[in-house]
């Protein structure tokens, strides 16, 4: 069993930066990749980026792509969003999740498929 803690989410303006935090905890040996996605009021979760455990490899959504970067601490069993140049429309509940490599590094988490997954952290970005 594994266990994904976010941290790190908050109020911020439109424009400034904000990392949050996914530590994982318990069984988590073996070939993984770790992604974030995010759930705004009303709407449909939404798949953020991906990163490979072992190799650092990462992918992003279009939206996202060149203002959030996914970076993970292997030491610390924890993976990072940092999130530059906010708008308010990333205002969601950011969630990170843990998937075992079936093929490929992104693919399924991608297409929502986790086999853990954390709680969430709440984003909120004003104009």
């Known amino acids: 069993q594994v266990q994904l803690v976010e941290s790190g989410g908050g109020l911020v303006q439109a424009g400034d930066s904000l990392r949050l935090s996914c530590a994982a905890s318990?069984?988590?040996?073996?070939?993984?990749?770790m992604g974030w996605f995010r759930q705004a009021p009303g709407k449909e979760r939404e798949f953020v980026g991906a990163?490979?455990?072992?190799?650092?490899?990462?992918y992003y959504a279009d939206s996202v792509k060149g203002r959030f970067t996914i970076s993970r601490d292997n030491a610390k069993n924890t993976v990072y969003l940092q999130m530059n140049s906010l708008k308010p429309e990333d205002t969601a509940v950011y969630s990170c999740a843990m998937r075992y490599y079936t093929g490929s590094y992104y693919y399924d988490l991608y297409m929502g498929i986790g086999d853990y997954w954390g709680q969430g952290t709440q984003v909120t970005v004003s104009s």
């Open positions: 990163v490979s455990w072992s190799e650092g490899y990462t």
């Open positions: 318990g069984r988590t040996s073996g070939t993984y990749s």
